[in-house]
């Protein structure tokens, strides 16, 4: 009997590379999936409540201990969200701090990413060791890369890890332009690895898969958006951080102890061939803009897209001129909605940060003063958002009138993909049936990866189970 003519369950027990306790179950019948579950049963970490009667500017210390890959994303929303409700501009040279802060962020948590724990799986390695065995230069080069953007993470915050130096309306201290400075050598080192491991990853084989995504993410006027933009998506939303709730919701599910996300219907119907939707909820029907990639997403799953794939679908136009042509030297186009070619995009951010991170060094004179106080405390509400590696990261926080938090809301990127990666499963289920047991669970565990959900940890599943039956 056939596989196409089986019923396959895959179940793996523990999700070792996402950041807390999570399982995968895929139930393929008939050669298509009948049930996808991403589930995560971390017990509940209560930042948000703990958040609570805490002083505001406590927040983006506190909200950086929530993930050890990403802490400048916390960091940064949180103090947009802060210096949103307390009425704080910052100048345009500590906006491109910040700016290099975020961008050593990116360089240093992509590059983890794309040569220790996704690249393998495209060579048909087990990890990185394996790998480096025959493509020790890459993963040297890798290596090289991230040490880079954590460079740039030490000098301006502090240290690498959990950086300190960063604070509501700016920084504690501002560097030099001769610290800045000592830090072109390696960023300029750096960008020449990208460039050439991007030339060489366009080469790997990549799975064949085409997602009607809806992309979400920031968009800015002049830049490629990171830290600051309005939110907008290939189906038309454009929109102030602010309105993010009006426009999005989040939902339990009996699977999962992680709230998940979707965007509130829009009216448009489901193409043909996507997975078959699983909830229902009608909207007000907005149109693409112009140049955005054709909306295909139902309406009525609500599903949508952050991270790499989005930020370079939405925001294309906005890549360094250079960043284009190497983007598309490596066959990279918009639309481009294989999310197995996020490997690629995230090679093209990365070159992106390297070479925005050297512009600013270059065009660098220290701010006025290294941060900017509130005019004075008020009770409201503030909104903040970023472009975390993985994706949008908003927060929101309500505040009395001496600056303590009655409230707060964060939602990350990982919780709003969640839908869209049990549909890229589905979407999978026919190759995935008429493969052998190994492969398959090794595909899905690929197409997972893709989305690197806050992947922390080791390079495979830990137990895998795959049951068989006659129809």
Excluded at 280 to 309: F, I, K, N, Q, V
Excluded at 324 to 353: H, K, M, T, W, Y
Excluded at 430 to 458: G, K, W, Y
């Amino acid at each position: 009997m056939s596989a196409s003519e089986r019923t396959r369950t895959i179940a793996v027990d523990y999700l070792a590379r996402v950041e807390g306790e999570g399982s995968l179950t895929l139930v393929i019948e008939d050669g298509r999936a009948k049930e996808a579950r991403l589930s995560i049963f971390e017990p509940p970490r209560f930042f948000e409540a703990f958040l609570r009667g805490r002083g505001y500017a406590e927040a983006p210390d506190i909200t950086s201990r929530i993930c050890g890959i990403c802490p400048v994303a916390y960091i940064t929303s949180a103090c947009r969200a802060m210096e949103d409700a307390l009425g704080i501009e910052l100048g345009p040279e500590l906006r491109a701090l910040r700016r290099l802060f975020y961008c050593g962020e990116w360089i240093e948590s992509h590059a983890l990413h794309v040569f220790l724990l996704h690249a393998p799986d495209f060579l048909g390695y087990p990890d990185a060791v394996a790998m480096a065995r025959d493509h020790r230069d890459w993963v040297a080069k890798g290596l090289a890369i991230k040490k880079a953007g954590n460079a740039i993470v030490a000098l301006l915050g502090g240290r690498e890890i959990h950086p300190v130096s960063a604070r509501v309306g700016g920084f504690y201290s501002a560097p030099s332009r001769a610290e800045l400075e000592r830090l072109l050598p390696e960023l300029r080192a750096g960008r020449e690895h990208a460039r050439a491991c991007l030339s060489w990853m366009a080469t790997l084989p990549c799975p064949e898969l085409e997602r009607p995504y809806e992309f979400v993410a920031l968009r800015s006027e002049d830049t490629y958006a990171i830290a600051e933009g309005r939110l907008v998506s290939s189906g038309g939303l454009d929109i102030e951080v602010r309105a993010y709730d009006a426009h999005f919701v989040e939902e339990q599910v009996p699977w999962s102890t992680a709230l998940r996300s979707r965007i509130r219907g829009s009216g448009r119907r489901a193409p043909s061939g996507d997975p078959e939707p699983r909830t229902s909820e009608r909207g007000s029907g907005r149109r693409a803009p112009s140049g955005d990639p054709e909306p295909r997403t139902s309406e009525r799953s609500g599903s949508y897209l952050c991270g790499p794939l989005a930020r370079f679908n939405l925001s294309f136009d906005r890549l360094l001129p250079e960043v284009q042509d190497a983007a598309r030297a490596a066959g990279l186009a918009v639309p481009c909605r294989n999310p197995f070619r996020s490997l690629l995009v995230r090679l093209v951010e990365i070159l992106q940060a390297f070479e925005a991170s050297i512009r600013i060094i270059e065009a660098y004179a220290p701010p006025p003063a290294p941060f900017v106080a509130p005019p004075a405390l008020r009770a409201g509400t503030g909104h903040g958002g970023s472009e975390a590696p993985r994706g949008f990261l908003y927060h929101r926080y309500a505040l009395d009138a001496e600056g303590t938090i009655l409230d707060a809301k964060i939602v990350p990127p990982t919780s709003q993909n969640q839908l869209s990666i049990e549909e890229d499963l589905c979407a999978l289920s026919p190759s995935l049936a008429s493969l052998p047991r190994r492969e398959a669970t090794a595909r899905a565990e690929q197409a997972v990866r893709n989305h690197d959900p806050c992947i922390s940890c080791a390079t495979h599943f830990l137990t895998l189970r795959v049951e068989e039956a006659p129809r």
